[in-house]
């Protein structure tokens, strides 16, 4: 069962350091899947349906973490991943596709447009969260490598701080 709707959007004050997860997809009920793995893992999850709101969402409140599908309508799953990796404040966040398309030239091409990981629908919830953590630690890690102490609240916070630490 999943939470109130109010829960996948707003940060909870009970949880010291919540990660904010952006789940992108045409289709609601994937997006809601997707929410149910990742808010018992302490996520916040905000939603969009089309990749013009999520590039906005992205903007406004860079995420920990981004899983999206490839094929949105709006803005292509393609060019979202080029378009925030273009972002200061959005280049480091990571992304994880979804999509239903298995040929690897596709998989290539979305890694080449900046998606972290490209994993195949039907994807089983275990796979998604083991790659989420992993994705999100390794942007830990090369943030700190930049300089920017461990310990922030979350990626995207590491990420301002980096950010101001260049200028």
Known sequence: MLP?????HSRPAHVAHPRLALVIDDDRRTRE??????VPRRFVVEQAGDGREALAK??????????????????????????LR???????????????????????RLHAAGADVVLS????????????????EQAGARLTGLGVPPGSSNVAHQQRMSHALRR
């Open 86 to 108: 273009k972002d200061r404040d959005t280049s480091t966040v990571p992304i994880l596709v979804v999509t239903a398309d298995a040929d690897p030239q596709t998989h290539q």
């Open 121 to 136: 629908k039907p994807c089983a919830p275990t796979v998604l969260v083991s790659h989420v953590d992993e994705a999100i």
């Open 58 to 83: 992205a903007i406004a409140e860079p995420p920990d973490v981004i899983v999206m599908e490839a094929t949105l309508p709006g803005i292509t799953g393609y060019d979202l991943c080029q378009l």
């Open 4 to 8: 109130a709707r109010g829960a996948l």
């Open 33 to 38: 899947r997707y929410a149910a793995v990742l």
